[in-house]
DNA sequence: TTAATATTTGAATTTTGTTCGGATAAATAA
DNA sequence: TTATTTATCCGAACAAAATTCAAATATTAA
């Protein structure tokens, strides 16, 4: 028989955690280091007002969530007139798959980091962003064991 | 005259919340995606439970908090018997300075993030890494703007 | 169909975050 | 130096959020 989900909530979730709905646990860190959750608290926004902190969000174990392939793709624009690099990351940075995006120094002009559930979900990706007007070429370097990601060990 | 910092916390902060020290805001995903604040309780402890989040985390504006120094890092290994892919990566992923580490298939071994101050502190990590047992050869590209890491835009 | 398991939810409890005011320290100006 | 302003620290009171619990409902397995 055939059921509806009941509430799918786990792909929500991921979704949300991916780019924030995390918040410093104040009492924990102030038991660490030893200093009143209100000094804790009081740094904390400090830091936030500053701009320091972009943002609270989770890490997770990729595979895990259908992310687990993942690529490292330098990409070569075109180089002619009127280019625009910046607005180009800006259309690459908004594929969700698209986990950072760099401007370099060098023969490369940009690198990006993709992650997909496997190699034909990175391909669909990958023909989207040579389909850009402005790609001149691409070089992909695929990671075969993830060890440390955003500063996190996994 | 030369005071010694109150409490100078604010690096304390910093090195917590670049692993940890975070968790998920759960009455506002509840609010979010309008279900109740403990069903929402449930399906984050499941995901904790199966291992899928490994940390929840702050993400800065690293300009800010003296890390603006970004570079990419492919690093070859000598071809010899004995040799332990694995054993080394776990090298380089001890530095603090390192924000991931792969292995990648194909001509380079290895690729690292690196984040530091400014380029005289990456030489220093760099020297490093080369000295190591092991690496024959690296190559850096180094970031020239960044407008997306760890799944946020900045 | 029945039994076992997983998910959802509200009420009660516990823990945590936040505000506020005053104290102390540091930086700045006189 | 000394006076003044500003930044940081921290306890008490309060507000908000997380967690536990028990029960209802949905899903899966037998």
Chains 1, 2 share one sequence.
């Not at 055939?2 to 780019?19: A, C, D, G, H, V």
């Not at 790609?135 to 990601?149: H, R």
């Amino acid at each position: 028989m055939l059921y509806s989900n009941m509430k799918n909530i786990k792909p929500k979730l991921i979704r949300l955690f991916k780019e924030g709905y995390c918040t410093p646990q104040i009492a924990r860190i102030a038991k660490k280091i030893k200093e009143a959750s209100t000094t804790i608290h009081y740094n904390i926004k400090r830091l936030e007002e500053e701009g320091a902190i972009k943002a609270y969000k989770a890490v997770f174990d990729y595979k895990k969530i259908d992310e687990g392939f993942c690529v490292f793709v330098f990409v070569k624009l075109t180089a002619k007139k009127g280019a625009d690099p910046d607005k180009l990351l800006s259309e690459f940075a908004r594929y969700e798959e698209v986990e950072s995006a760099d401007i370099l120094a060098g023969e490369w002009d940009i690198i990006l980091k993709i992650r997909t559930k496997d190699q034909d979900e990175y391909y669909k990706v990958l023909k989207n962003i040579l389909a850009l007007e402005g790609v001149e070429k691409t070089t992909s370097f695929i990671s075969l064991k993830q060890i440390k990601t955003e500063f996190v060990m996994l």
